[in-house]
């Protein structure tokens, strides 16, 4: 596909040297592939304690923390977009920022010369690693690890990494309604984890559903944008985008109905006392 004035998209193109300096020299290539060796490692560990409340304070207290971070990022993102109302004011005054216009033809974004916008989605990119500790309290716990879970945790930091990396402003997206989710996610689980029975499930996955869903519509726009669309690597990353996201909405929903309407559960099924996490 070519628009006027504009390379084709092909693969050859796609695969720019700035993309592969960024696979090979980023931090994610590592971190991903250490990921991947997370689970076996555990299982073969005398850590793993199957005990009903093993690791119930540590989970309490990771999951506070992470509850309060993806609070803090999400204001901090309302602040730098202006979705606050002027309630917010007073954090920008704080970093000197102004409110950030989006979807502007102009490179680099300017986006990411606001220090609320930057420093709350590379510190949300950097969390994703954190996450990992979701597949780890599974693990220690005894409990299978689903594709879902180990899929979407893994995709996460890859798809983070490429907007940061390439400055793609729709990055905003994943920030905003990832952590405004995060936070009832996180508050969630840590009062599973403390004994309090609230009937949330049902409700985080639809929220996730709908996140996927209102992203592909805020996010299609920018390959609309000159700027946007003459980068290889902007356009990797967009697509990378889509390809991943979708690949998750599928995995959610299918989940959504096994968890709630199929008389056949499936057996990668993890229930609220496995803590099935979400991104």
């Known amino acids: 596909m070519a628009t ?27 971190f991903s592939l250490g990921y991947l060796l997370l689970e076996p490692i555990l299982k073969r560990s005398p850590f793993v304690d199957k005990r009903k409340g093993a690791y119930r304070n540590g989970m309490i207290a990771y999951n506070i923390l992470m509850c309060g971070f993806s609070l803090v990022c ?15 004011q007073f954090v920008r005054d704080l970093t000197g920022d102004s409110v950030v216009q989006l979807y502007q033809d102009v490179s680099p974004s300017p986006a990411f010369a606001n220090k609320l916008f930057r420093y709350s989605a590379v510190a949300f990119h950097y969390s994703k690693y954190v996450e990992y500790m979701d597949t780890a309290w599974l693990v220690l716990k005894g409990k299978p690890v689903s594709f879902l879970q180990g899929f979407h945790h893994f995709g996460a930091a890859w798809d983070t990494y490429f907007g940061i990396t390439f400055q793609n402003e729709g990055t905003y997206v994943f920030v905003l309604l990832n952590a405004f989710i995060h936070t009832i996610m996180y508050t969630y689980y840590g009062a599973t984890a403390a004994g309090i029975k609230i009937s949330m499930k049902p409700l985080i996955t639809l929220m996730q559903i709908t996140q996927f ?11 609309d944008l ?27 929903m299918r989940f959504f109905y096994h968890d709630n309407f199929s008389k056949h559960k499936p057996i990668s099924r993890i229930d609220s006392s496995n803590r099935m996490k979400t991104e």
């Not at 869903?213 to 390959?223: C, H």
């Open 74 to 88: 999400f204001v901090c993102q309302m602040a730098a977009l202006g979705l606050d109302r002027g309630h917010l």
């Open 213 to 223: 869903l209102l992203g592909f519509a805020l996010v299609y726009p920018y390959i």
């Open 226 to 252: 000159g700027y946007f669309r003459a980068s290889p690597e902007l356009v990797w990353s967009y697509l990378f985008n889509y390809a991943y996201v979708l690949m998750v909405l599928f995995l959610f």
């Open 4 to 30: 006027e004035g504009m390379p084709a998209i092909t693969l050859d193109w796609l695969l720019s040297p700035g993309l592969k300096d960024a696979v090979i020299g980023g931090e994610v290539l590592y």
